[in-house]
């Protein structure tokens, strides 16, 4: 097959999912902070989970989804305002965090030490960062999907595997690379900021959410 047909539009897959996801959003200031927090093994499944997550809605968006999305009005506007009272919720505890922060979370756990937070806890919160939001849905399912369908058909799921490649990297320097961060988060003062803008970003976008038409 042609290189013209395997690596470019891979390539540009690539770099279309990279324009979308490589931005400080609500999923992904979460995933930062459980890569301070949390032990190897939540890690690697929080990272699994954002990824495939990604890949499954953008090849659902790329085999026609999105069209049925846009034609379901209603579904969409559950996801919206179930998603805006869980991140004004998440939002206010952040707050909390860094009005009245607590020893607990201010000390990072030591290395493979899963006491910051509990496994179950950690990915049911990824989850609902990743499939409560609204603009998760638009990006991949509508946006990258409708790219993706526009390509040549031999090209097609080249393109759709480099940007879901994108997404794989992407979480992965996230999630793994945060934990260089951990030395800076022994203090408490970087805890506050964090947990300070964490607070500010998902309390607006929650109101940006609520007050969407």
Same mark, same amino acid.
């Given at each position: 097959?042609? &290189?013209?047909?395997?690596?470019?539009?891979?390539?540009? =897959?690539?770099?279309?999912?990279?324009?979308?996801? +490589?931005?400080?959003?609500?999923?992904?200031?979460? &995933?930062?902070?459980? @890569?301070?927090?949390?032990?190897?093994?939540?890690?690697? #499944?929080? +990272?699994?989970?954002?990824?495939?997550?990604?890949?499954?809605?953008?090849?659902?968006?790329?085999? $026609?989804?999105?069209?049925?999305?846009?034609?379901?009005? +209603?579904?969409?506007?559950? !996801?919206? +305002? !179930?998603?805006? $009272?869980?991140?004004?919720?998440?939002? =206010?505890?952040?707050?909390?965090?860094?009005?009245?922060?607590? @020893?607990?979370?201010?000390?990072?756990?030591?290395?493979?030490? =899963?006491? $910051?937070?509990?496994?179950?806890?950690?990915?049911? #919160?990824?989850?609902?960062?990743? %499939?409560?939001?609204?603009?998760?849905? *638009?990006?991949?399912? !509508?946006?990258?999907?409708?790219?993706?369908?526009?390509?040549?058909?031999?090209?097609? %799921?080249? %393109?759709?595997? $480099?940007?879901?490649?994108?997404?794989? *990297?992407?979480?992965?320097?996230? =999630?793994?690379?945060?934990?260089? *961060?951990?030395?800076?988060?022994?203090?408490?003062?970087? %805890?506050?900021?964090?947990?300070?803008?964490?607070?500010?970003?998902?309390?607006?976008?929650?109101?940006?959410?609520?007050?969407?038409?």
């Amino acid at each position: 097959m042609p &290189l013209n047909f395997t690596l470019l539009p891979a390539l540009l =897959g690539l770099g279309t999912g990279l324009s979308l996801i +490589v931005a400080i959003g609500a999923q992904n200031a979460y &995933l930062l902070r459980l @890569g301070v927090i949390a032990a190897r093994r939540i890690m690697l #499944t929080a +990272v699994l989970l954002c990824a495939l997550s990604d890949a499954v809605l953008i090849t659902a968006g790329t085999l $026609g989804v999105g069209a049925v999305l846009q034609r379901a009005p +209603v579904l969409m506007e559950v !996801v919206r +305002v !179930v998603g805006a $009272g869980f991140l004004l919720i998440y939002g =206010g505890m952040a707050a909390k965090r860094a009005f009245r922060p607590n @020893g607990e979370t201010m000390a990072p756990p030591a290395e493979g030490d =899963g006491s $910051g937070i509990r496994f179950g806890t950690a990915i049911a #919160t990824v989850a609902a960062f990743t %499939w409560l939001n609204p603009h998760a849905y *638009l990006d991949t399912v !509508v946006f990258l999907g409708s790219i993706a369908s526009e390509q040549a058909p031999a090209a097609r %799921w080249w %393109w759709v595997g $480099g940007a879901i490649f994108a997404s794989f *990297l992407w979480f992965a320097a996230l =999630g793994f690379g945060s934990r260089l *961060l951990r030395p800076l988060f022994t203090r408490p003062a970087a %805890w506050r900021v964090l947990d300070g803008v964490t607070a500010a970003m998902m309390i607006g976008i929650a109101v940006d959410l609520a007050v969407a038409a």
